[in-house]
Structures are given as structure tokens and as C-alpha cells.
């Protein structure tokens, strides 16, 4: 059984900066890549953030500059350092993680429960 459990989210004013964190547990064997999505009101599900177990990245074109993602590959954690936050940052927030249950198997990808971020005046 694997679990991602994400903590970090809540309200901000546009400016700010909050920090989110997603941690996997259970069984697992190893971790390819993680990452972030985020399902924003009246808009399509989009990818914020990933990063490769080597620690490469890529960003969404709309936070590129204001986000950095994260990761510590000893604990199994990825971060979304979430900086200059605008209006249009409101969304849930889902991480996801490629896992693998043991060296013979492909990766399947699991996912967080979601934290909200708010950001408002």
C-alpha cells in the first residue's frame, strides 16, 4: 500500500509565498518522477511541476520563474516552493509520484488527496 499525503496548502495574499509538501510512504522500492498539478475554477487539470529522480525539471510557462520544485530523495518527499503568488494560482494542488513496488516492475503513478491554495486579498 502506498500513500501520498500532501500538507503545505491554505490562503494567501496575492505577493506571498507558501510551501507545499508531498510525501510518499508504503511499500516502495524506488521513485522516477514527481511532480505537481494543480485543477484551477473553470479550467482544465494542467501540470505545474516535475522533476526527475536525477533531478531534472520542468514548469509550467505560467509559474516558470515564480515556482521551484523539489525533492529529497531520502525521504521520499517532493516541494512546491510557491513564490509571487497571483489570483490565478487558486487550485487544488495534487502531487504525484511514478513508484516502483519492487526492481522487476514498471512505475505506476500514485497521487495525493489534493491541498487547496487560496490566494486572495
Known amino acids: 500500500q502506498v500513500q501520498l499525503v500532501e500538507s503545505g496548502g491554505g490562503l494567501v495574499q496575492p505577493g506571498g509565498s507558501l510551501r507545499l509538501s508531498c510525501a510518499a510512504s508504503?511499500?516502495?522500492?524506488?521513485?522516477?518522477?514527481m511532480g505537481w498539478y494543480r485543477h484551477r475554477p473553470g479550467k482544465e487539470r494542467e501540470l505545474v511541476a516535475a522533476?526527475?529522480?536525477?533531478?531534472?525539471?520542468n514548469y509550467a510557462d505560467s509559474v516558470k520563474g515564480r515556482f521551484t520544485i523539489s525533492r529529497d530523495n531520502a525521504k521520499n518527499t517532493v516541494y512546491l516552493q510557491m513564490n509571487s503568488l497571483k489570483l490565478e494560482d487558486t487550485a487544488v494542488y495534487y502531487c504525484?509520484?511514478?513508484?516502483?513496488?519492487?526492481?522487476?516492475?514498471?512505475?505506476?503513478?500514485?497521487w495525493g488527496e489534493g491541498t487547496l491554495v487560496t490566494v486572495s486579498s
Open positions: 508504503g511499500s516502495i522500492f524506488n521513485i522516477n518522477d
Open positions: 522533476i526527475s529522480s536525477g533531478g531534472s525539471t
Open positions: 504525484y509520484a511514478d513508484i516502483l513496488l519492487a526492481s522487476y516492475s514498471y512505475d505506476t503513478r500514485y
